[in-house]
């Protein structure tokens, strides 16, 4: 586990980890870290432009795409995968993707967090991302990191995730 830090709050990532960040200001503190030499931040929006090599045409084909692919012609899903073999171009200690899954339907939820979870598994990288849906991302997430209502972060360990999530969500019935 590598500790992180980030103006008053410090966290763990481990390799190969796929952890929620959640609660109050959690979007604002993805926005943080991706200034930080060691994260990367992916936009799934089109790219503006196309700057390929090797480390991409690798991640296309890691993600389940092929490197002849074009954007006109991918789904919502493969988009992400697209964008996120595009952060790749350069070597990524932690990936951090702010809402994934926002505009995906159930099946594609979880299409995109399996395709994640093997990406972390594969490469050794960490992968850091806060979610909307909580019961989808659980089903990934090893750990969490979550703000508090008073602006702590708690992190949790594999086993007190609900836990974290209370303490973010009070009123929350897990």
């Known amino acids: 586990m590598t500790e992180y830090s980030c103006g008053p709050h410090s966290f763990h990532l481990g390799s190969g980890e796929c952890v929620l960040l959640t609660g109050h200001g959690s979007s604002p503190f993805l926005k943080e870290l991706s200034r930080l030499p060691a994260f990367t931040l992916v936009s799934p929006r089109r790219p503006l432009f196309l700057c390929k090599n090797e480390r991409v045409d690798g991640a296309l084909a890691l993600l389940g795409l092929k490197t002849e692919c074009k954007w006109k012609d991918l789904n919502a899903v493969d988009q992400i995968k697209f964008c996120i073999a595009l952060a790749l171009r350069q070597k990524v200690e932690v990936l951090l993707l702010d809402?994934?899954?926002?505009?995906?339907?159930?099946?594609?939820?979880?299409m995109l967090f399996s395709a994640l979870k093997d990406l972390a598994r594969k490469t050794g990288m960490a992968i850091l991302f806060t979610s909307n849906d909580l019961s989808d991302s659980l089903a990934i997430a090893t750990r969490v990191l979550a703000f508090t209502p008073a602006g702590n972060l708690i992190e949790s360990t594999p086993d007190t995730r609900e836990d974290a999530l209370r303490a973010a969500y009070p009123l929350l019935q897990i």
């Open 99 to 110: 809402n994934p899954s926002r505009d995906l339907d159930p099946e594609e939820r979880q």
